[in-house]
Nanobody, 123 residues
Framework: QVQLVESGGGLVQPGGSLRLSCAAS????????IGWFRQAPGKEREGVSC????????YYADSVKGRFTISTDNAKNTMELQMNTLKAEDTAVYYC????????????????WGQGTQVTVSS
């Protein structure tokens, strides 16, 4: 059974950094599409970043390119999201997701989801 647990959210000032972690169990990264999504109040869920553990391919939304870095730790079976130079518009609940298959980003319609972690960027 696929299980995902996020951690690392919190309150940070604009320009600050946070590192999110997603602990995965019940599957191996090589057979799944994995990534991070976020949802801000009153807005639709959006894809933030994805990574292929098979070939190292990555995807970043335009809004986070150059500021966020996604990675995996196969020894710990975790996926990380390093977020730098945070902006108020990054405020959202961040979710990690995984769906079976070889695509780069998880299929939101069939993905398994974590419970989410709140990121608030405010002075």
């Amino acid at each position: 059974q696929v299980q995902l647990v996020e951690s690392g959210g919190g309150l940070v000032q604009p320009g600050g950094s946070l590192r999110l972690s997603c602990a995965a169990s019940g599957f191996t990264f090589d057979n799944y599409a994995i990534g991070w999504f976020r949802q801000a109040p009153g807005k639709e869920r959006e894809g933030v970043s994805c990574i292929s553990n098979r070939n190292g391919g990555t995807y970043y939304a335009d809004s986070v390119k150059g500021r966020f870095t996604i990675s995996t730790d196969n020894a710990k079976n975790t996926m990380e999201l390093q977020m730098n130079t945070l902006k108020a518009e990054d405020t959202a609940v961040y979710y990690c997701a995984a769906s079976f298959g070889v695509r780069l980003c998880p299929n939101p319609n069939s993905a398994s989801w974590g419970q989410g972690t709140q990121v608030t960027v405010s002075s």
